[in-house]
Every structure is written in structure tokens, then in C-alpha cells.
């Protein structure tokens, strides 16, 4: 661990009368991003910690932090179950927070045959925290976009799984002129969908912590505001957690009832938007393994990949809409996916 981070733990406890005898830092493994996670114990009968480090190197990571401690804020005020921030250092992205649990949505889901009485708890949280987290929220906290919009539905998701997953990962054609119309549409639909609500970005199996019962959600810092369908179609396409389809059902249901407590007004504009937001995070996680595991030698991102293509297919054919027929025809040549270096160009 870095001196200086573990000089910011120790004043921290010593501010707060916290005895640090046989003090322990553990580093968590990391997923995608560039920050580092310590869970911070001690001989004492005080919880544990987490620290995190994340060197502001650039004005983007400085914006990050930024919004990490803002929104965090936000969130932790509207009694949105999310990590307190007891200190921080935006010169030296230093931060020390809750810890929130050891064990993630993923790894219940996994070793738990009764998971879905976990997401019923999650799915009651998420829906609060989409509607509360939204009033209040100022747009001026968010270090990408102040919403999820056309914007990043084309650049950051669509051209996103074109250029990481199709030509650098599979290595086929630089060029995809049959894309651009399902493309264009699909960011077309799926803006329309009411985008005040807040909308988390990252909403999947492993950030989402679970302690004794209790709901943690980590990794906020891609909050803005956007549509209602968004959050809960990257719960249930997780490659992590790897649902059956009856699952995936049975959470999509018990959503829309919540909806339904709250405004049922909501339910027919949800319904509509909703499959096309799913493609749209679906083209998003292609495009991060790939970038992932091919740019950053994450490799284990590689083992998802084949999950997220079978997602992308399935979600293609629920919906008749003959403007998506070239994706869903290049999708039908990878399905089923396996990376091999003889993958046919699809289409030539």
C-alpha cells in the first residue's frame, strides 16, 4: 500500500479515537477500472474500512473523484443504501469510506438457491433510488454526461461494440456502413424514454453489496440522470450473474409492480422503451470486455464474452422491429460465439 494512503488511514483513526493495533490492509481485487480498493481492519472492535486510491493523473480522473464524492453524498442523504464518505483528499484521490459487505449480488447468486429473494430486496432499493435519487440531483456533479443520452448511446455503446468487439477483439472489418441504420434507431427509440429519473450507469451483480441482509451499492460514479428501464436491464443481462430466462421474468415483474405502486402511468412507456435500453447495455458490455481484455490484458473478461453475445441474440428476437434486421442478421453469424481466429467475416 502506498505510504501516504496508509498515513491518511491512521490519522483518520487517530481523529476518531479508533485503536489501530494489528492494523490489516487488504487489497480487494479490481475489475475495470484504474482504482485501488484496501479493506482496512483492526485488533479493535470498530468496523472495518475501505480505502481507496485513485491518483488524479488526469483532469477526467480529477472529475471522477469529484463525482464520486458528490453524488456519494447525494445518495448517502436520501438514505439511498450507499457507502458513507468519512474523508477524503481530491489533491491525492485518496477516500475512506463504509464498508459495505464482503459479498457481492454474484457470488449469492451462485452459491444461493433462494437468490431471488435477494433481488426482490435489491430491485425495492433500486426503484427508490431512481426516483428519490433524481430530486435534488445537480447535474454539475457528473464528470461524463449530465444524462444518458443519444450522445452516449452511439459513442459509447453502439460504435463502442463496434469497434472494440467487432474489429479489434473478433479482428474483422474496420468498416460497418450496415450498421448505422439499426444503430441510428436505436438510440432514436430508446431516447425517447423519460430521462429524469437517476440512473446508476453500472448496475450489475458486483456492485451490489450484501451483508446480513443488508443492500450496499458501490461504484456510483457514472450517476446522472436518464430513463427508468436502463438500471434494470443491466441487473438482469449481467453476464456475472448468468439468469434463467424465468428468472430474469419473475425480476422484470416484480419491477413493474413496483412501478405500478407507485405511478401506473409508468408501465406502458417502460414497457416500450425497455427492450430497446437492454440492446443498447448489451452493446455497451460487449464493447468493455472487449476494450477490457484485449487493450488492458484483462483476460478473464474474455469468459463473459460468449454470455453477452447469447443476451444480445435473445434480446434481438423478442422484438419485431425490421429497422434492427442487420444487426440481428451479424448477431444470428456469431451465434453461438466462440473466439477463434478463423471467425468468418460476417457478411463476406
Not at 72 to 78: A, N, Q
Not at 300 to 320: G, S
Amino acid at each position: 500500500m502506498d505510504h501516504e494512503l496508509k498515513k491518511f488511514v491512521l490519522d483518520f483513526l487517530k481523529q476518531k479515537a479508533w485503536k489501530a493495533e494489528d492494523m490489516d490492509f487488504k487489497l480487494l481485487p479490481g475489475d475495470g477500472s484504474s482504482r485501488s480498493f484496501w479493506r482496512v481492519t483492526t485488533s479493535a472492535t470498530e468496523p472495518s474500512l475501505i480505502a481507496m486510491s485513485n491518483l488524479p493523473v488526469d483532469n477526467a480522473i480529477r472529475r471522477e473523484n469529484l463525482a464520486y464524492v458528490k453524488i456519494g453524498k447525494h445518495l448517502h442523504r436520501k438514505e439511498i443504501p450507499v457507502p458513507e464518505i468519512y474523508l477524503y483528499d481530491l489533491e491525492r484521490g485518496f477516500f475512506i469510506m463504509e464498508d459495505v459487505g464482503r459479498t457481492n449480488l454474484q457470488q449469492l447468486v451462485s452459491s444461493s438457491e433462494d437468490h431471488l429473494s435477494h433481488y426482490d430486496k435489491v430491485l425495492e432499493k433500486l426503484f427508490r433510488m431512481q426516483v428519490e435519487g433524481a430530486t435534488g440531483f445537480d447535474t454539475k456533479w457528473c464528470w461524463q454526461t449530465e444524462r444518458y443520452d443519444r450522445t452516449v448511446m452511439c459513442n459509447y455503446e453502439a460504435n463502442y461494440f463496434r469497434d472494440a468487439f467487432l474489429c479489434n477483439f473478433l479482428g474483422l472489418k474496420n468498416t460497418w456502413p450496415e450498421l448505422e441504420m439499426p444503430f441510428n434507431h436505436l438510440a432514436k427509440t430508446a431516447s425517447r424514454a423519460d430521462d429524469n429519473f437517476f440512473l446508476h450507469r453500472d448496475f450489475q451483480s458486483r456492485n451490489i453489496m450484501i451483508s446480513k441482509g443488508n443492500i450496499g451499492f458501490i461504484d456510483w460514479q457514472g450517476g446522472r440522470l436518464g430513463p427508468l428501464g436502463y438500471d434494470l436491464a443491466s441487473l438482469i443481462i449481467d453476464p456475472y450473474s448468468a439468469l434463467s430466462p424465468q428468472d430474469k421474468k419473475e425480476i422484470y415483474q416484480k419491477y413493474l409492480s413496483l412501478i405500478s405502486e407507485h405511478n401506473a402511468g409508468w408501465i406502458e412507456p417502460f414497457n416500450m422503451y425497455f427492450p430497446y435500453l437492454a440492446i443498447q447495455r448489451n452493446l455497451q458490455i460487449l464493447g468493455a470486455f472487449s476494450y477490457l481484455s484485449k487493450e488492458k490484458g484483462k483476460k478473464y473478461f474474455e469468459a463473459y464474452i460468449p454470455a453477452a453475445v447469447k443476451t444480445l441474440h435473445d434480446l434481438l428476437h423478442q422484438i419485431n422491429d425490421l429497422q434492427l434486421s442487420s444487426l440481428k442478421d451479424l448477431i444470428n453469424e456469431l451465434y453461438p460465439f466462440k473466439k477463434s481466429l478463423d471467425i468468418p467475416v460476417p457478411g463476406g
